[in-house]
């Protein structure tokens, strides 16, 4: 009986250790607070995601206005990336290398659009991911409770509300636009 028993207790205990060097990176050696880790894990996650979406509105928007607004999606976010990435590893904080499902599902939500649809569902995203982005931010370089975690938090904060403006602005051309010429024919 122990003999069948066997196979299951050593997958068990294999797919136990499989995932041990992801939790002894993020907790033994870890010098953050588990709400740090949190932030530090899904601000390099958002940021990947921002970087991906930008790289497909620079090749997919119409408007020269989206495109311009990807391409500093593609820069700033690469940039806060590389400094998150290396902030994380001093902190023994590991940080997600490719897309989490929900991030990989925007993206491919994305990918299926071109022209105004892709502009429009685009910066609707940026706008709605941007007012998220602020407040936790935000939140972040108040509450943090690692100095440094703050104050990357905090340095990176003007650049993510200049985005939103950026995104808030793009997306009212986009709509007053659309709208205007869509009352310009049904007045003629």
Do not use: C, I
Request: proline share 3%.
């Amino acid at each position: 009986m122990s003999k069948k028993s066997n196979p299951f207790v050593l997958a068990a205990v294999t797919g136990l250790l499989a995932l041990a060097p992801a939790f002894a990176t993020t907790s033994a050696k870890s010098s953050l607070k588990s709400y740090d880790k949190k932030f530090v894990w899904t601000a390099a996650a958002g940021g990947m995601e921002e970087v991906q979406l930008g790289q497909l509105a620079v090749q997919k928007a119409a408007n020269p206005d989206v495109k311009s607004f990807g391409q500093r999606m593609v820069d700033d976010h690469s940039k806060a990336n590389d400094q998150l990435k290396s902030l994380a590893g001093q902190k023994g904080v590991t940080v997600p290398t490719t897309l989490p499902a929900a991030e990989k599902k925007d993206v491919a939500k994305l990918s299926k659009l071109s022209g105004a649809a892709f502009d429009r569902a685009y910066m609707s995203m940026m706008v709605k991911d941007h007012k998220k982005d602020v407040s936790e931010f935000d939140k972040e370089s108040k509450q943090a409770k690692d100095s440094d975690v703050k104050s990357f938090a905090k340095s990176t904060l003007p650049t993510l509300r200049d985005h939103l403006k950026m995104a808030e602005d793009t997306y009212s051309k986009l709509h007053h636009g659309s709208s205007h010429a869509a009352s310009k024919k049904g007045g003629a």
